[in-house]
């Protein structure tokens, strides 16, 4: 169904009501892939949908316009969640396709392109399409090379690609209709698509600032209206503020490796830090890794399996490796029965990630902790938490 954002400005995407992993991203709640369409002397189409799910765009194009009738698509990421329908939306209007020359090339290796007629953009580019005038902002790797944004300076909405997006499936379109919950998937978007490439961020949002906003309409979950500042604001904390906060990741096979992490619990709760214990075995990589982003210790325990950490730690060291949240303290902890192996893979990690390591003989023990161990992983979260770091 079209949502109107403004004056010949709709929201004419899909929702995805069944999806649950996004590039094993658990989406337990779907998401959205948010086109735009934005009619008047030329129509123009922002960004497309998966390719199975094309029928329902062009549904919602079609109780605005006729699809034939698309003069220009910009194609601001060539990744399928975006381009899907790129190609038959084409062969249907004929429309030429904007993009940047990274673009351009990525979406040849996709489609059949021969055809297209293409028109080139650079970081600050103006267009002036029929009686609308756009303005392109490049954002590489954010997440792709091909990333960037579209200003439509008339009416002060930033089409904003995959910045400030959320994993959300909801019949809602707007940030004021669902209030804190945009906050908490945006978040967990950020700590799960964005965070390998934060450091682009400040740059982006420096160019934000310059801009007059009215709308922020990104390629996935609700349009930003309200809480503009908002949103801008979370993002500048989420690159840049660490809470003072320990995240204890753990796995346990018969009890030994879970009593530890709680033990190291309680000697940080002890010292006033907000402190998280997840089992990995029941709770969503994509949610510890939500408070990873701004945690300032991470501790993660396994016992040793076959001179191994855990299968279900050792995806979530896979994972952590891919998402890359950099600088933090790290504590590498586990049993063991005949020989120690896990708590060296783990910290093998921590050094690839620049973690600055705290190492103590409380963090490894064999088969089962004693009353004397409990009080040493106590102590040793006291004091973790009492250390200088900087």
Not at 3 to 23: A, P, Q, S, T
Not at 46 to 59: M, N, Q, W, Y
Not at 306 to 335: E, Q
């Amino acid at each position: 169904m079209a949502v109107k954002l403004k004056e010949n400005i709709y929201w004419v995407g899909v929702v995805d009501w069944d999806i649950r992993d996004f590039h094993s991203h658990e989406t337990p709640f779907g998401t959205t892939y948010n086109s735009y369409l934005i009619t008047g002397e030329k129509n123009i189409l922002i960004d497309t949908c998966k390719e199975e799910l094309c029928s329902e765009l062009i549904f919602g194009i079609s109780e605005v316009i006729n699809p034939k009738k698309i003069d220009y698509i910009i194609a601001q990421h060539s990744e399928k969640d975006h381009s899907g329908c790129l190609e038959d939306i084409v062969k249907i209007s004929g429309a030429k396709v904007i993009t940047n020359e990274k673009g351009k090339e990525l979406l040849s290796i996709y489609y059949n392109t021969d055809n297209w007629e293409f028109i080139i953009v650079n970081d600050n580019t103006t267009l002036k399409l029929g009686d609308k005038s756009f303005k392109f902002i490049l954002t590489p790797m954010l997440h792709w090379p091909d990333n960037m944004m579209t200003y439509c300076i008339d009416d002060k909405i930033l089409f904003s690609n995959d910045a400030f997006g959320q994993h959300f499936a909801s019949s809602k379109r707007f940030d004021y209709e669902i209030k804190n919950y945009s906050f908490h998937y945006a978040k967990e978007y950020f700590a799960n698509i964005l965070m390998p490439y934060k450091s682009m961020v400040p740059d982006i949002i420096e160019k934000l600032k310059c801009l007059e906003l009215d709308m922020i309409a990104p390629a996935h979950g609700v349009i930003w209206c309200k809480y503009i500042n908002n949103i801008i604001k979370k993002y500048e904390d989420w690159i840049f503020n660490v809470k003072n906060k320990a995240v204890i990741v753990y796995d346990s096979m018969y009890g030994s490796t879970r009593i530890m992490a709680h033990s190291l619990a309680c000697g940080l709760m002890e010292r006033g830090v907000e402190t998280k214990v997840y089992d990995v075995s029941k709770t969503s990589i994509s949610k510890i890794v939500t408070d990873v982003l701004d945690c300032k210790y991470l501790l993660i325990g396994s016992p040793t399996m076959n001179r191994n950490v855990t299968p279900n730690i050792g995806k979530f060291l896979t994972y952590l490796m891919n998402i890359r949240p950099y600088d933090k303290i790290g504590v590498a902890f586990g049993s063991y029965g005949w020989v120690e192996c896990a708590v060296n893979k783990i910290k093998t990690v921590f050094l690839e990630l620049y973690y600055k390591i705290v190492e103590d003989k409380c963090l490894t023990i064999r088969l089962k902790p004693t009353t004397e161990d409990i009080k040493k992983l106590k102590e040793f979260g006291r004091k973790l938490a009492d250390i200088d770091y900087d």
